[in-house]
């Protein structure tokens, strides 16, 4: 496995929040997070991740999250809600 350099969070997704939850045993939230920068192996576009995980496994919460170093504008994720 690769190791990708800095990743830079994009979603959080609780299993209350979604019906059809696919999330493995003992997980209740899945976090996405990408590598944002161009990538020649995925078409030169950010490498996305998913992170299935336990949310009582999770350390205290950031007041702001960290800003990664983008190449671009359109690769920085806009707030919204769902």
């Known amino acids: 496995m690769r190791r990708l350099g800095r990743l830079g ?3 959080q997704l ?12 003992g997980t209740d939230l899945l ?3 990408w590598c944002p920068v161009d990538h020649s192996d ?3 576009s ?7 995980r ?3 496994a ?3 919460l950031l007041e702001a999250p960290p800003e990664p170093p983008v190449i671009s504008d359109m690769y920085l994720p806009v707030p919204c809600a769902v």
């Open 58 to 60: 999770l350390g205290r």
């Open 54 to 56: 336990g949310s009582s």
């Open 42 to 44: 995925r078409h030169y």
């Open 46 to 52: 950010p490498c996305v991740l998913l992170h299935w």
């Open 31 to 33: 976090q996405v997070s």
């Open 9 to 11: 969070a994009v979603a």
């Open 14 to 25: 609780y299993r209350q929040d979604i019906p059809d939850y696919a999330g493995t045993g």
